[in-house]
């Protein structure tokens, strides 16, 4: 057996501290052993993720134009609208932070379309004391005790971080509220603003333009109406795409592959394989090795 790896497997799912809950989605840490090269496709879900790695890299390739992104054992990855493959090989150790997008435009205080559509380094946004914390998270001997870590360092930040502006914050939320269907012109009207200044607006605080926001959170609102029995057709039409074909047509382009492929890979993966970060999304499959 390979020194490191064994068959055993920890997800630990945890929650910030009251006062950084809403900004703060939560925590999810982590140890897999591979001895294979193990792939995982993960979706477009509305998330902000800072992944803190203690161990091997991963490798991550664009699901849609299939290409590689990066290779780190730490990443941020932001509010995409295509689908990515984390591929990784030997002992895969660390802690995810989970971040609404305006949290995340907080605690980095940089523009977000800076950095939203690429995987990169934490530290290039956080700086490098983000090194000595994930050293002490890597020390820590449980994972309460990485979780409270991660409230101290996360509170500071987003106490003192920029704010959105108020109308993207609400725009935010109301597509949120409504899975995505609220027109982008009702959005502009409600804020005051015009259709092009809310979307340049938004897309340099959120990472997305709203029309590009909004069908990530259809998207998200179809699957999990496929997860709860619905027939694609009508999760389609239930989530606000036109029709079956539109919605094939969108989830190919977002995710590489065809409804049924991915339907496929949940129904038939183990619990084990089921990773998704939050639990009222859907948001990955793993694939054949």
Same mark, same amino acid.
């Given at each position: 057996?390979?020194?490191?790896?064994?068959?055993?497997?920890?997800?630990?799912?945890?929650?910030?501290?009251?006062?950084?809950?809403?900004?703060?989605?939560?925590?999810?840490?982590?140890?897999?052993?591979?001895?294979?090269?193990?792939?995982?496709?993960?979706?477009?879900?509305?998330?902000?993720?800072?992944?803190?790695?203690?161990?091997?890299?991963?490798?991550?390739?664009?699901?849609?134009?299939?290409?590689?992104?990066?290779?780190?054992?730490?990443?941020?990855?932001?509010? %995409?609208?295509?689908?990515?493959?984390?591929? =990784?090989?030997?002992?895969?150790? @660390?802690?995810?932070?989970?971040?609404?997008?305006?949290?995340?435009?907080?605690?980095?205080?940089?523009?977000?379309?800076?950095?939203? &559509?690429?995987?990169?380094?934490?530290?290039?946004?956080?700086?490098?004391?983000?090194?000595?914390?994930?050293?002490?998270?890597?020390?820590?001997?449980?994972?309460?005790?990485?979780?409270?870590?991660?409230?101290?360092?996360?509170?500071?930040?987003?106490?003192?971080?920029?704010?959105?502006?108020?109308?993207?914050?609400?725009?935010?939320?109301?597509?949120?509220?409504?899975?995505?269907?609220?027109?982008?012109?009702?959005?502009?009207?409600?804020?005051?603003?015009?259709? %092009?200044?809310?979307?340049?607006?938004?897309?340099?605080?959120?990472?997305?333009?709203?029309?590009?926001?909004?069908?990530?959170? %259809?998207? &998200?609102?179809?699957?999990?109406?496929?997860?709860? @029995?619905?027939?694609?057709?009508?999760?389609?039409?239930?989530?606000?795409?036109?029709?079956?074909? =539109?919605?094939?047509?969108?989830?190919?382009?977002?995710?590489?592959?065809?409804?049924?492929?991915?339907?496929?890979?949940?129904?038939?993966?183990?619990?084990?394989?089921?990773?998704?970060?939050?639990?009222?999304?859907?948001?990955?499959?793993?694939?054949?090795?």
């Amino acid at each position: 057996m390979t020194p490191g790896l064994s068959d055993d497997r920890e997800l630990v799912r945890g929650l910030p501290s009251p006062a950084l809950r809403g900004a703060v989605l939560g925590y999810r840490g982590f140890r897999f052993g591979a001895r294979t090269p193990r792939c995982r496709l993960l979706v477009p879900d509305g998330v902000v993720k800072v992944m803190l790695g203690f161990a091997a890299p991963v490798d991550v390739i664009d699901a849609v134009a299939p290409r590689r992104l990066a290779a780190a054992a730490s990443l941020v990855n932001g509010l %995409r609208s295509t689908a990515t493959i984390g591929q =990784h090989q030997g002992l895969l150790h @660390g802690v995810t932070i989970l971040l609404s997008p305006p949290a995340a435009y907080r605690l980095f205080a940089v523009p977000t379309t800076e950095w939203a &559509q690429l995987p990169l380094d934490p530290a290039d946004l956080l700086g490098p004391g983000l090194t000595e914390l994930t050293e002490r998270l890597a020390e820590c001997p449980d994972w309460p005790g990485r979780f409270t870590l991660l409230d101290q360092a996360l509170a500071t930040r987003l106490d003192t971080g920029p704010a959105c502006r108020p109308e993207v914050a609400w725009a935010w939320e109301e597509l949120r509220r409504t899975g995505g269907r609220t027109p982008v012109r009702e959005l502009a009207s409600s804020t005051g603003w015009s259709r %092009r200044h809310l979307e340049r607006w938004f897309r340099e605080q959120i990472g997305l333009t709203p029309k590009g926001a909004a069908q990530v959170l %259809r998207m &998200q609102s179809a699957l999990r109406l496929k997860r709860a @029995g619905m027939p694609w057709a009508m999760a389609a039409t239930g989530a606000g795409f036109h029709d079956q074909p =539109h919605f094939s047509h969108t989830f190919k382009t977002m995710i590489g592959c065809t409804p049924g492929r991915f339907h496929n890979g949940r129904s038939t993966g183990t619990p084990d394989d089921l990773l998704d970060f939050l639990p009222e999304q859907v948001t990955s499959i793993l694939l054949a090795q």
